[in-house]
Structure formats: C-alpha cells, structure tokens
C-alpha cells in the first residue's frame, strides 16, 4: 500500500513568513497526526484528528499556527508567522489502529 | 501527561554485541508501548512493539521487555550489524485515551566494525 505523503520535502523561509505543509494520509486512515521533531529530540505531537474532527490540540501554538482536515482526508499545517524556533522537521502520520505510520517529513529552516 | 524518559541518549557498540535501550514512564495507565527506528533524514519506523498485557515479545534479534510495576521497558538488540546503525525512539500511549504518542528522547546507536 501507498505510504504517508507529505510535500514539500523542504522549506526556507525568512522569520515572519508564512509557509504551509501538506500530508496525504495512507487511504482509509481515520486518524491522522502532525508532529514537530526539532533537531535531536523525539517527536512532538501538535495536533490529531480523527476523520476532519480535532482529537488533541493542546501543543499546538495556536497563535501561529493551524491546521485543518477537510473532508476528513488530506491535512495542511500553517505557520503565520514563522519564528526561528520553528526550524525543525514535521512530520505527519496517520493510523487505522495503534500503530501510527509516519511520512517522509517536511524540513523547515526559518533564518 | 505522560513523560517518558530514554537512556543512553548515545550507544557504540562493537558489530555482533547486544544493545540494550532503556525507557521510562510516568502514567500507569499506558498500554502501549512502541519503539521507533529513524535512520538520518528518514522517517520513523516501527519495529516492535509491546502492549501491557505482555512482559516480553521478541521478534529475529530484537527484543522487548516490559515492567509495569516499575513502568520500564527496554530494547534489546542482538548480534548487532552495521545497518542497526541509527536513532531509536521509544514511546507510550494510552489507548483508550486518544492514542496520544508521548516519544522518549532517543538513542544513537552506532555499531562499529
């Protein structure tokens, strides 16, 4: 089966800018997750949705960033505006049970 | 919330020895417990995983151990190879509470020749 999908694979951007990540989950994944990984840590999770609903955002900046599931598919995540500490690899996954399946990544660089 | 905590954060190894990664964590309720393997650049991948109901699962040259009393579980990798070579992450869910994933800090793993 096809696996997560996530573009763009990379992105630079300047502090202030707005950038936008988005993932295509494994079909028929009723849940799906976004992940922060900052450079030698462990993921963090922002936020999860189950179908288009919003399951735990309580790490996500909400001042700056947000997400969105619409028809309960494909998923983006913004960033606006974008600050240094936001330079970091996000991932997303989605899960039809336990085990979630993680995308390639986007690398984001904020200078 | 759940914390979890990994030990070592780096590990070197001689190619063909064990390696063991040791976990945390915090919330008795947890009951799920995977262990992710992420290569430079790469995503994560599951490689074994435990559920409460289990002490041990073993699977080719991994392994993993469960302690709910003392909350600790651990990965055991034997007669380890160069390809082993990579960052482990262990995690804990509850999953009857939102599969919520809490990720341990990982392990860098370095099996040498």
């Known amino acids: 089966e096809a696996g997560v999908a996530q573009s763009p694979r990379y992105k630079i951007i300047e502090k202030r800018q707005s950038v936008a990540f988005w993932c295509n989950p494994i079909s028929g994944h009723a849940t799906l997750y976004w992940y922060q990984q900052i450079l030698g840590q462990g993921p963090k999770l922002l936020i999860q949705f189950q179908n288009n609903g919003v399951v735990d955002d309580s790490q996500l900046p909400k001042d700056r960033f947000s997400a969105e599931r619409l028809k309960g598919v494909d998923s983006t995540l913004k960033i606006q505006p974008a600050k240094l500490e936001d330079s970091a690899v996000y991932l997303c996954?989605?899960?039809?049970?336990?085990?979630?399946?993680f995308g390639p990544g986007t690398r984001l660089t904020v200078l | 919330g759940e914390n979890v905590e990994q030990h070592p954060s780096t590990l070197s190894v001689q190619e063909g020895d064990s390696a063991v990664i040791k976990c945390t964590y915090s919330d008795s309720a947890s009951n799920y417990f995977p262990w992710y393997k992420q290569e430079l650049g790469k995503r994560p991948q599951l490689i074994i995983d435990i559920r409460s109901n289990v002490g041990e699962k073993k699977d080719q040259r991994i392994a993993v151990t469960l302690n709910k009393t003392a909350k600790h579980f651990s990965l055991h990798i034997t007669e380890t190879q160069p390809e082993d070579s990579a960052v482990y992450f262990c995690a804990a869910i509850y999953t009857g509470g939102g599969n919520k994933l809490t990720f341990g800090t990982g392990t860098q793993l370095k099996v040498e020749l």
């Open positions: 996954a989605s899960s039809l049970a336990d085990e979630q399946f």
